[in-house]
């Protein structure tokens, strides 16, 4: 009960949640009604940054969400180019997060990690198609036993200005596993492909437990 009414917090938040209280005091001093606002903003970040526990399916014969939010996109799209898979046709599927969701992601299959590309770039609106292609993101290709690529690409949004990466190459994942964070506001897009599609446009998913495809 306690862990749903406080969940705990992701280690990025720490930082920010001791230098919003912090202001919190020092405005207290001048204004009660700023010092409230404050307090407010605080519980917020606090909010934001926190990282609650999943527990998955545990069957590879299915895909978990890798983040929680709104599936804005299904599509045949061809792969990234960044991971050498421009020729390869795939289902992509987005979420978009915006900033009350929970932006801890999570691998939605177990594998291991074969390639992390990191991609430096801009901050448009994470909603917006062209930000695949423009904006920062980092992209994760997990194999799985059976020889499977599944692409999950980390997509920073108007707000983030950080992806946080919380693994490694060669690392062997669990499903439902967390791999990272992005920081205020972004999308993820989950690149499969031979699977029969679960989810649908609109649908609000969590991360690690939302069935999205099946084989």
């Known amino acids: 009960m306690m ?8 280690k990025e938040g720490y930082k920010f949640l001791a230098i919003s209280l912090i ?3 020092i ?41 929680d939010g709104l599936i804005t996109d299904i599509s045949e799209i061809n792969g990234p180019e960044e991971l ?3 020729s390869k ?16 992601n999570r691998t939605p299959i177990e594998g291991k990690i074969e390639e992390i590309f990191y991609k430096p770039g801009k901050f448009l609106n994470a909603s917006l198609d062209k930000a695949s292609k423009e904006n920062e993101r980092n992209y994760y290709k997990i194999t799985t036993g059976k020889g499977e690529e599944i692409i999950i690409v980390q997509i920073a949004g108007l707000i983030a ?10 690392q062997n994942l669990k ?6 964070m992005i920081r205020f506001g972004s999308r993820v897009d989950l690149f499969f492909n031979n699977k029969k599609i679960l989810a649908k446009l609109g649908q609000n998913v969590v991360a690690g437990e939302s069935l999205l495809a099946k084989e």
């Open 89 to 104: 046709k795939f289902t992509r599927i987005s979420i978009f997060m915006n900033v009350f969701n929970c932006h801890v």
């Open 23 to 25: 202001i919190t005091f």
């Open 161 to 170: 200005r950080r992806i946080v990466c919380e693994v490694s190459k060669d």
């Open 84 to 86: 050498g898979l421009e």
């Open 27 to 67: 405005v207290w001093i001048f204004s009660n009604f700023l010092a409230i606002i404050m307090l407010l903003l605080t519980i917020w970040v606090y909010y934001f940054f926190r990282d609650p526990d999943r527990v998955s399916i545990n069957d590879n014969s299915f895909l978990v969400s890798p983040a």
């Open 3 to 10: 862990d749903n009414i406080f969940p705990k917090l992701h």
């Open 175 to 180: 499903q439902g596993e967390r791999i990272g």
